[in-house]
């Protein structure tokens, strides 16, 4: 069984941090298929926090087909993460590579690399809507 | 999904001053909200208006759909109320106060209450006022919530509390919420009490609602803007700037955004909750102070709201 933890200053919303925590918890082997997380209301009493962002982030992890619930015995794990293949991540590792040398051919140091890479990461992320400004 | 509560125009005045006034809002089932507001803000008032305590002096409240002034008897045994202070008749034991609201209550579940007061190991032959603050507010709670109510009203539960006992109680409170589903409203002038707990915000300041919404929502959709100081317009156009602050060089913005920021100008940074809720509060007493002279300041005005009130000054003076 897992413990989670809730870090308040950290600007992540509660429901994603305990998301992130089961993720780690499969990509590490601390939790196996067919595991049992704890109940709602075991990690409620654990963290004194809403309901609501247990369920949520519990509801979130079934969406990715991480988690199952059983109604009236539980919510347990239905696949581990294995990280994706070695194969991909060295594609990944060779094109990031190029880039990062064209952003220094263009005169960017390590904070302006790091603060384009922030920013555009989370200007793609899913489902946010656009504007200007 | 449905609304544990709603209100309408509700509003209260003592005498010549509105507590709440213009007070439009829903609370949806099932939700754990936070009513966050300055001493005198309206939140006791609200809360008394909510459990029909007080008759409104304009618009209306409805709990489940019906007056908690009207229809008593139709709302009452779903609603538990925990008032300021979790006050408790010292002289009586525990036991005492459960035949109380076995006495007075149509819906009571005295074995709930009893298991309760026991997991929390209070002794139930003990006088009230020999309990710790903790315990007390243990009991309070319990007794509250012996209703088996589907709103609970808890007015400034963690006042007087120490930490420790702010966290068990909220422990105890949160238990409650998971087994029955319940909708929670907890007021408090700190949102830092509250932020673990609630899913829901509604701030009140001078006497008007500044804030209301989903707690994530609203903490995703505020940034702070930090950028050369620069006509800011084409922000405002887009975005709603609740708070600027500028130096010769720079300017700083709180805004709740609409959609993405691209002015690459600007640097974008998280903002707290509290931040937040500060900043609506500073935005309202702005308001307030632009729109005085007549008395709508609410019944604890600021200092710089009092020089505008020289009439009501005079009065008070004559009868001191």
Not at chain 2, 72 to 81: E, N, Q
Not at chain 2, 167 to 172: G, K, S, T
Not at chain 2, 220 to 235: N, Q, S
Not at chain 2, 242 to 249: G, L, Q
């Amino acid at each position: 069984m897992i413990k989670f933890y809730l870090d308040t200053g950290s600007g992540t919303p509660p429901y994603l941090q305990i998301v992130q925590q089961v993720k780690q918890a499969l990509r590490l082997g601390m939790l196996e298929k067919g595991d049992q997380v704890p109940t709602v209301r075991e990690v409620v009493a654990q963290l004194v926090i809403n309901p609501n962002t247990v369920l949520k982030a519990y509801r979130e992890l079934e969406r990715e087909g991480l988690l199952v619930s059983r109604p009236g015995l539980g919510t347990f794990v239905l696949k581990t993460l294995e990280t994706s293949s070695p194969a991909s991540h060295a594609a990944l590792r060779r094109s990031l590579g190029r880039w990062l040398q064209s952003a220094r051919e263009a005169g960017l140091d390590e904070e302006s690399i790091l603060a384009l890479f922030t920013t555009t990461f989370h200007g793609t992320q899913p489902r946010e809507s656009e504007g200007t400004a | 999904m449905s609304n544990a509560l709603e209100t309408a125009q509700l509003g209260r005045r003592y005498g010549r001053v509105w507590a709440l006034q213009d007070c439009t809002l829903a609370l949806p089932a099932g939700r754990i909200v936070a009513l966050v507001g300055p001493n005198g803000a309206g939140k006791t008032t609200f809360l008394h208006l909510a459990v029909g305590l007080l008759r409104p002096t304009a618009g209306s409240v409805s709990v489940f759909g019906h007056s908690p002034q009207r229809e008593p008897l139709t709302v009452l045994p779903r609603v538990g109320f925990v008032a300021q202070d979790h006050p408790l008749y010292k002289e009586f034991t525990v036991n005492d106060h459960l035949t109380l609201g076995r006495k007075l209550n149509r819906r009571w579940d005295e074995a709930y209450a009893v298991s309760r007061l026991n997991q929390f190991g209070i002794p139930l032959t003990r006088a009230a006022g020999k309990l710790s603050g903790g315990q007390q507010a243990q009991v309070a709670l319990a007794l509250g919530m012996a209703k088996r109510p589907e709103l609970a009203l808890l007015d400034e539960p963690l006042a007087s509390l120490d930490p420790l006992a702010r966290r068990d109680f909220l422990r105890a409170l949160m238990d409650v919420a998971v087994a029955d589903g319940l909708t929670v409203v907890l007021s408090s002038h700190l949102i830092t009490d509250l932020e673990r707990v609630c899913d829901y915000l509604v701030v009140l300041s001078h006497s008007r609602v500044a804030l209301i919404g989903d707690i994530e929502e609203i903490v995703r959709t505020h940034k702070r803007l930090v950028g050369p100081r620069t006509d800011h317009t084409a922000v405002a156009a887009v975005h709603n700037v609740i708070e600027e602050s500028h130096t010769a060089r720079q300017t700083t913005l709180l805004v709740r955004v609409n959609g993405h920021i691209f002015d690459p100008a600007w640097e974008i940074a998280d903002v707290t909750l509290e931040d937040i809720v500060l900043a609506y509060m500073g935005q309202a007493r702005a308001s307030v102070s632009e729109a005085s002279g007549g008395g709508m300041g609410g019944p604890w005005r600021s200092p710089l709201d009092d020089e505008k009130h020289d009439e009501e000054r005079d009065e008070s003076e004559v009868t001191r």
